[in-house]
């Protein structure tokens, strides 16, 4: 993995996470973020 990959994961995941504490995320919406993921590795 190159690391603009690797930087873009990390603020994804940064996104999600601030997310969830608020509780704006819906699971539909972090599923498809871990989709995502997978995709890129």
Same mark, same amino acid.
């Given at each position: 993995?190159?690391?603009?990959?690797? $930087?873009?994961?990390?603020? +994804?995941? %940064?996104?999600?996470?601030?997310?969830?504490? $608020?509780?704006?995320?819906? +699971?539909? %919406?972090?599923?498809?973020?871990?989709?995502?993921?997978?995709?890129?590795?």
């Amino acid at each position: 993995m190159d690391i603009p990959r690797i $930087k873009r994961i990390a603020w +994804l995941t %940064q996104i999600v996470f601030k997310s969830n504490r $608020k509780n704006e995320l819906q +699971l539909s %919406q972090v599923k498809k973020i871990i989709k995502y993921f997978q995709l890129l590795t």
